[in-house]
């Protein structure tokens, strides 16, 4: 590999190759990035992939808004007012945002029953977009557009603690796999089995016709996954009465470790585009967040882990997850500690970092969460181990992304045993951080 990530011999197994284009100063690579952001875009909004994802995700785009930064400003910040389209009016911002039909997606529209124009899902995603949006705003200057979204994402972040956190505990809840983006971790295995199987819809997955069922998570999974839609459809998607029924209810570190880094970005932005009593109330879950995060620490796996909040207990699986503290910038004296952990890892693994810990017996190379390296996550992870001043292991993890892609192509996810691309191809996250790493 060179440092601009680009295969040595210049062509590689995807027939990319890798030096710079004539006359323009800008990679092969980059350049097939930029091409899958327009070829995925629907008119103002970027579908995660052809056919597989069909819809507008709501943390695809906010890092596939951070990779249109990196070229085309303007896009990036139309990709967010469409996702804030689908903003619900208690400040909810659903995971899909089904702006125009298609019959490529199981579960669509008419299984989620949510009343909003554009119709939408009934469940949040992790909340990357602060961060995003303040990325952007970095990228482009553009006040008057950044002044305008800046209440959706306070009321998004008042959301969360209200809906998820009416306690006033620290951590947010988690009530559906599919929250967490990391829809069939093994982390979720424990808390999972306490929900049933029956559903009331009839299940007509589409997934396994676009990518190998190998790779996609179990029949099992997705019984319990609707049943859960159907619960939470029965209590017309009221956040109370969903907190209060789900059977599944977990804290998820890594959506509570990218929920406080988005509080912090969120912070900067009031400071600039809200009031002095807005940066305040965010300080207070800024300092609330941070310390229930510091208790999710495992001396045992040499991470965070994520805590079943049904079952009163530590749910003991290391997940790539456990690493979002560091990119959080809540991980403190336990960074080197990290970077102990990930070494392991990459004893037994050779390309980082892989879903679930590879010495985990739950570990499959192929399947989506349970092994599989997830460019947006590594991204994630480097930015958050070079925040903590360990450069070394943010380089390597750079430099695994980057081969990743430079050999497999922009792959759904990778392979961690021998690099080779999974899941869907051509896709926008993947493309997004690309631009974000060039
Ligand atoms: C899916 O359908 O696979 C998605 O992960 C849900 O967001």
């Known amino acids: 590999m060179t440092d601009d990530g680009t295969a040595e011999d210049g062509m590689t197994e995807n027939g990319m190759t890798g030096g710079a284009s004539a006359g323009s100063g800008v990679t092969e690579p980059t350049e097939r990035a930029r091409t899958i952001l327009r070829e995925n875009d629907r008119g103002g909004y970027t579908v995660p992939t052809a056919r597989l994802y069909p819809f507008q995700w709501n943390w695809d785009s906010a890092f596939v808004a951070m990779g249109w930064a990196t070229f085309d400003a303007p896009r990036a910040w139309q990709e967010i007012e469409r996702l804030l389209r689908g903003q619900w009016e208690d400040g909810l911002i659903p995971q899909i945002v089904f702006h125009a039909p298609s019959d490529d997606y199981f579960p669509g529209p008419d299984v989620w029953g949510v009343q909003h124009d554009p119709s939408t899902s009934g469940i949040p995603q992790p909340p990357v977009l602060a961060t995003a949006v303040r990325r952007v705003l970095d990228a482009s200057g553009d006040e008057a557009r950044m002044a305008a979204i800046y209440p959706h994402l306070l009321h998004n972040h008042r959301w969360w603690e209200n ?93 509570n470790a990218i929920l406080l880094r988005a509080e912090r970005d969120l912070f900067d932005l009031a400071g600039r585009f809200g009031t002095p009593a807005e940066q305040a109330e965010i300080a207070v879950r800024i300092e609330r967040l941070g310390a229930a995060l510091d208790r999710l620490w495992s001396a045992d796996l040499g991470l965070f882990i994520s805590q079943d ?48 810990d590879p010495d985990d017996p739950r570990f499959e190379r192929l399947r989506y969460w349970c092994g599989p390296v997830w460019a947006v996550v590594n991204w994630m992870i480097a930015d958050g181990f070079q925040r903590a001043g360990e450069t070394a292991p943010a380089e390597r993890i750079r430099s695994d992304t980057r081969a990743l892609i430079s050999n497999a192509g922009f792959s759904e996810y990778f392979d961690p045993a021998d690099g080779n691309g999974l899941g869907g191809a051509n896709f926008s996250w993947t493309a997004a951080v690309w631009l974000m790493l060039a």
Do not use: K
């Not at 069922?213 to 619960?231: G, K, N, T």
């Not at 530590?314 to 970077?339: D, E, H, N």
């Open 163 to 255: 809906a998820r956190d009416p306690g006033r505990r620290g951590l947010v809840a988690t009530l559906h796999p599919w929250e967490t983006g990391m829809d069939n971790s093994p982390a979720w295995d424990t808390p999972l089995a306490r929900v049933p199987t029956a559903t009331r819809t009839a299940i007509r997955r589409r997934d396994t016709s676009h990518v190998d069922a190998a790779m996609r998570p179990r029949a099992e999974d997705y019984q319990r996954f609707i049943h859960l839609v159907d619960l939470f459809r029965d209590c017309a998607w009221d956040p109370v009465r969903m907190l209060a029924a789900s059977p599944f209810r977990v804290a998820d570190v890594g959506t």
């Open 309 to 356: 909040l049904r079952a009163h207990t530590p749910i003991a699986v290391g997940t790539s997850a456990g690493f979002l503290p560091l990119y959080a910038g809540r991980a403190g004296a336990r960074a080197p500690q990290m970077a102990v952990t990930l070494q392991r890892w990459a004893g037994r693994v050779s390309r980082l970092v892989p879903s679930t």
